[in-house]
């Protein structure tokens, strides 16, 4: 039946070729946008949990109730005893600790004036300890434009385009001027090993990153942080995990009412990622059911213009003598045969347009120079194994709900005027 069902497609291309075109590129979009959107959602997500929100975060409430200040004064002390309670409670973790800090760089010309100053956004860092993986975890290395990473005190990273704007060259001295956790003026001096690009506007621009031991002493803050951060030794954020360990952590300190007792915060919680969570989630359902209801639309118009077309057909078979429910039944299997060409053709289409977005994205840097999202400067699709199948929803099931609504128009035909029919 199936053989001789695909000859008589093949055959009659007049039968087969539109439906197959249209599904062709109902699949190949379908696959192609959720493919894009996905690696887009997972890139912003990943790119946040990297350089802002971890998998989950810890910092003192007082901290978190004004965390875009970068209120150090708040920030946690006892941070090693803190540490080795986690790495104690939670073992499949890798927590690190962060201070972010902000202040006044200026760039000495060598005659005791300035060639340049500008306000910087400074990132304390695991720098020196492999084992904390920040380097890897940030791509610091394949992220460095000119020079080297810091590899001993008082050298540091600056921004790419902010050593652009200022002049800076590798070996220069730089003068950071801030205040202390205790509100004390700051001056430290640290030489530049090297220039980082993120592809991140709102780092590039004034970035300025320095190992953590650095601005414990800047900024007196001795064994203290701002932040500490946990990341699943997987390197995929897992969101019930992390909202269940948050509410453990948390039910610790319930009762502690100090303004300065740790609380712990998922991905979900920060940054307002809980949307793009959810979109993630929902996107590929949705593009399937639009992507079905618009080509079952298209498809049942098809349908009935090839009912129309193969009127004739369907009177001679059942003047032979061939049973309605026969004749909708090869229908429905030829539709299924249509389906599962355009379905292979169309997600081999999407595929190759998920690979070329994937390796090659698109660029939208000169879009975000004033932007202070934390957002990738290239947008890149993901390819995903669900997306070998995905384009079969669509392509199945709107062709054949398309063919199942044009065929009730068989049941609809009376033998008693086939005849009469025919000789016209």
């Known amino acids: 039946m199936i053989k001789f069902l695909l000859k008589g497609i093949l055959g009659d291309k007049n039968r087969s070729v539109l439906p197959i075109i249209i599904i062709t590129i109902g699949v190949s979009l ?11 959602m997972g890139d912003m997500i990943d790119q946040n949990a990297r350089f802002e929100t971890g998998h989950v975060k810890i910092m003192s409430r007082a901290y978190a109730e004004n965390k875009d200040q970068l209120p150090n004064d708040l920030a946690l002390l006892g941070i090693g005893e803190l540490t080795k309670s986690l790495e104690k409670q939670f073992p499949d973790m890798q927590w690190v600790n962060r201070i972010k800090f902000g202040g006044l760089i200026d760039v000495p010309d ?5 060639k340049g100053q500008g306000p910087a956004a400074g990132m304390a860092l695991e720098l ?16 460095i434009v000119t020079g080297t990473v810091p590899a001993h005190s008082g050298e540091t990273l600056v921004g790419y385009d902010f050593a652009q704007r200022l002049n ?5 001295d730089v003068t950071y001027m801030g205040t202390t956790m205790n509100g004390s003026m700051s001056f430290e001096n640290f030489i530049v090993t090297g220039t980082v690009k993120f592809g991140t506007s709102a780092l590039d621009r004034g970035a300025i990153i320095i190992d953590i031991s650095d601005a414990r002493r800047m900024l007196d803050m001795e064994d203290g942080a701002g932040e500490v951060l946990g990341y699943f030794r997987s390197g995929a954020y897992h969101d019930k995990r992390a909202i269940a360990m948050s509410a453990v952590f948390n039910s610790q300190y319930a009762n502690d009412s100090d303004e300065f007792a740790p609380e712990m915060f998922p991905l979900r919680a920060q940054n307002n990622l809980s949307s793009f969570l959810d979109y993630v989630d929902s996107f590929s359902s949705l593009f399937v059911v639009i992507f079905v209801f618009a080509m079952s639309i298209v498809l049942w118009n098809t349908g009935l213009l090839g009912g129309l077309r193969r009127y004739q057909e369907f009177g001679i078979r059942l003047a032979l003598g061939e049973e309605k429910g026969h004749i909708y039944r090869t229908l429905i299997y030829e539709a299924v045969l249509i389906g599962s060409i355009g379905s292979v053709i169309g997600t081999v289409i999407g ?21 202070t999202m934390m957002m990738p400067s290239v947008l890149r699709a993901s390819f995903t194994a669900d997306l070998l199948y995905l384009g079969f929803i669509p ?30």
């Open 30 to 40: 379908t696959i192609l946008l959720s493919g894009y959107l996905r690696g887009v």
């Open 351 to 371: 595929l190759c347009g998920v690979y070329y977005l994937q390796v090659v994205g698109i660029d939208i840097s000169g879009m975000l120079d004033n932007s």
């Open 168 to 172: 800076i060259q590798i070996g220069d």
């Open 128 to 143: 020196y300890s492999k084992e904390s993986g920040e380097n890897e975890r940030m791509n610091i290395s394949s992220s």
């Open 110 to 114: 060598g005659n005791g004036g300035s």
């Open 395 to 424: 392509g199945l099931f709107a062709m054949v709900l398309g063919n199942a609504l044009s065929g009730i128009g068989i049941y609809k035909r009376e033998t008693a005027t086939l005849f009469k029919e025919l000789e016209v």
